[in-house]
């Protein structure tokens, strides 16, 4: 069933360290989740954000002789510009530093107090140091004989605190928790929370002194005491949609549909949470999944064990839309995870380079050879000719799978069945041999064909877009499509492309991959480094570090990696306040397309039209001031600061490749 409004959030992270593979992870499925349901159309809020207070982020202050204040501030820039570059669609970032928490926790506790559901009292008993928490001696598993003290971590402490009385809302948590099988999901971990209940439940210790932590949200009725680092954190959900402050905007979006967590923290989020909304008078969030951990090959990822996967790394050495299609399709929701550089690879090029990549080119390179990079004619009915109505049908039942598995959380099987119509796609043309229907003088069943193979991509591009935006968005241009994000209703929908529309240039989707034996692996577990053939210069200089000494030189087939064509200008103009752009319309070969240069000071737009400039054509689409620039034409500068356009000595067609 489609939802008429989603709103997720990731867990908060801690800023006491940079991002690893496990924040990426959830961080993508939720913008794989948010994604997806854009293009269903529902109305999306995705909430993300980092965790500043506690004793952890004080402790790594103090390594690293910073105030706490400070530690957060150069942390969090990590995660943002991972986000960032991770192509991560979150509607807001939360930092729980920002008055407009603090704020609203500070009311929240002052409310709760007020009406007797904080209170204090005398502590005396265990405390663990590691995870800042209270524990029961029965929790701790003890050997007979055994003293907690025994224990690492675990001291005895003695002060005064304030509690909140989440025992007394024990009995309506169970109740609730069996009333509602989705609220805690998968299901064992719901009863991995039933059966933490079936044992007696503390009250919260919700206070903690400044004597021992002075970083954190001040308690408002006694300034001797901060906010215990939890109660403050899970109130992010809440504080960053208005909860206090625009009750309609909180209205608009909260229950959360998913909190989307790590199984580490099922009890906070699954008995802490929930009574403490109870305690506000609120309604409960629709679901808590827990995932999986990543694990480096079969060991936990640590920093002591130096294994810890740095996303970055992954990102310079494969693209951004690899590294977030392997941690999608490998793990399965609720499951650990096991990574490795070789399974990276083996996937990256079964799947992405071998079917899905080839399959572009092979539609691509055909529709050129005999089409003049247009779209072939093809059926405006949806086909009933039995291969490619069959084909077509596949595709269909993928998409309708694939909504399922969003809504039952099983990513891993719903981009299983997209690759499955992918290789269907694949034998589709090996059934009709488009190369030998080229030989025959009726192009009308080689047209069939290639449309037909072309309309299957563009819905398979459709549905694996939240997975691969950018990639598929370059697929789709390929295909003479806009820019723009694709809506569900297109995928489900035939004859899209028009007869006699441009394509876009050939592109190569998903270069190789291959694995490169080498001393120093960059990551703990890694037989050695990977490098993509055909990545650009910031690849191979990450590569260089690691793997092969940097060569001089480069071979032609490296040259030729660079599409160099020349273009002819169409229409120039100046851009709004950007006094140094021109957004440039330009013709390469048979393809109109637009780009933007920066080169307004030495040029002016009418002095353009008409000129033959050369341009990489295949250059990532950049968007430049809410532009799409689709290439990038080449200059030179002078020793005093003039640029000149690179042209052709004398005439020479659009589209033709210099080499
Ligand atoms: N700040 C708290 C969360 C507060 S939410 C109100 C916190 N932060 S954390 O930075 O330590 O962890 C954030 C998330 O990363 C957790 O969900 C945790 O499960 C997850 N992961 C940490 N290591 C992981 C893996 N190796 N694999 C997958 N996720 C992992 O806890």
Request: charged share 25%; hydrophobic share 40%; aromatic share 10%.
């Amino acid at each position: 069933m489609i939802p008429d409004k989603f709103y997720i959030t990731t867990p908060i992270y801690y800023v006491n360290d940079r991002p690893h593979i496990g924040h990426a992870y959830t961080t993508i499925l939720a913008d794989v989740l948010s994604r997806f349901h854009r293009l269903l159309g529902v109305p999306t809020w995705f909430l993300t954000g980092t965790d500043e207070h506690g004793q952890k982020v004080q402790q790594a202050a103090a390594r690293a002789g910073l105030t706490p204040q400070e530690q957060a501030d150069r942390t969090v820039v990590r995660f943002q510009e991972l986000w960032k570059r991770l192509e991560i669609t979150n509607d807001d970032f939360i930092r729980t530093t920002e008055p407009r928490h603090a704020d609203v926790v500070k009311e929240i506790l002052q409310d709760l107090y007020d009406r007797g559901e904080i209170y204090r009292a005398e502590y005396d008993g265990w405390y663990d140091v590691g995870s800042e928490t209270f524990v029961n001696e029965r929790d701790l598993n003890l050997a007979p004989g055994q003293s907690p003290a025994d224990l690492p971590n675990i001291v005895r402490i003695r002060e005064s605190n304030y509690f909140f009385r989440m025992s007394q809302y024990q009995e309506w948590l169970i109740r609730y928790i069996e009333e509602h099988p989705r609220f805690i999901q998968p299901d064992f971990r719901r009863n991995e929370t039933l059966g933490f209940l079936r044992k007696p439940l503390n009250d919260l210790c919700i206070s903690r002194p400044k004597s021992r932590l002075a970083w954190g949200i001040e308690l408002p009725f006694d300034p001797d005491y901060v906010c215990y680092v939890w109660f403050d954190a899970l109130v992010n959900y809440i504080s960053a949609i208005g909860y206090r402050r625009d009750e309609a905007r909180f209205r608009r979006w909260w229950p959360a549909s998913y909190h989307l967590i790590g199984k580490d923290i099922l009890t906070t989020h699954t008995v802490y949470w929930p009574t403490m909304l109870k305690a506000m008078g609120l309604p409960m969030p629709e679901c808590v999944f827990a995932h999986g951990w990543w694990l480096v090959g079969q060991t936990k990822m640590s920093k002591s064990l130096g294994n810890v996967v740095n996303p970055m790394d992954m990102i310079d050495r494969y693209g951004v839309d690899p590294f977030r299609y392997f941690l999608m399709a490998e793990m399965v929701l609720g499951q650990d995870a096991s990574f490795t550089e070789e399974a990276f690879v083996r996937r990256y090029n079964a799947d992405l380079a071998n079917d899905l990549g080839n399959l572009l080119s092979r539609v691509l390179k055909l529709a050129y050879a005999h089409f003049e990079g247009k779209v072939p004619e093809g059926p405006s009915e949806t086909p009933r000719t039995i291969a490619e109505g069959d084909l077509w049908h596949a595709v269909q039942s993928a998409a309708s799978e694939v909504e399922s598995s969003i809504a039952e959380m099983r990513i891993d099987a719903g981009l299983a069945r997209v690759m499955e119509a992918v290789r269907e796609t694949n034998r589709y043309l090996e059934q009709k041999q488009p190369w030998s229907q080229a030989k025959d003088s009726d192009r009308r069943p080689l047209a069939l064909t290639l449309y037909t193979a072309a309309e299957a991509l563009r819905s398979i591009s459709a549905l694996l877009w939240p997975v691969m935006p950018g990639k598929m968005i370059e697929l789709r241009v390929a295909l003479g499509l806009p820019v723009d994000a694709p809506r569900i209703e297109g995928a489900k929908q035939w004859g899209v492309l028009q007869p006699g529309a441009s394509l876009g240039m050939p592109v190569m989707l998903f270069p190789r991959a291959r694995l490169e034996k080498a001393a120093t692996a960059p990551v703990a577990t890694a037989a050695g480094v990977v490098t993509a053939e055909g990545k650009g210069a910031g690849s191979q200089k990450k590569q260089s570090a690691v793997g092969p000494p940097p060569t001089e030189t480069i071979s032609y087939e490296d040259f030729m990696k660079a599409d160099l064509r020349t273009a002819r200008v169409l229409a120039a103009e100046r851009m709004p306040n950007a006094d140094k752009l021109l957004r440039l319309e330009i013709e390469v070969g048979a393809e109109r397309r637009q780009i933007v240069a920066g080169i307004a000071k030495h040029y002016t737009p009418e002095s353009l039209i008409g000129r033959t400039i050369i341009v990489v054509a295949n250059l990532k689409p950049a968007n430049i001031r809410g532009i799409e620039s689709c290439g990038m034409l080449l200059a030179v500068t002078t020793d005093d600061g003039a640029l000149r356009l690179l042209t052709t000595d004398g005439d020479a067609p659009t589209g033709a490749r210099v080499k």
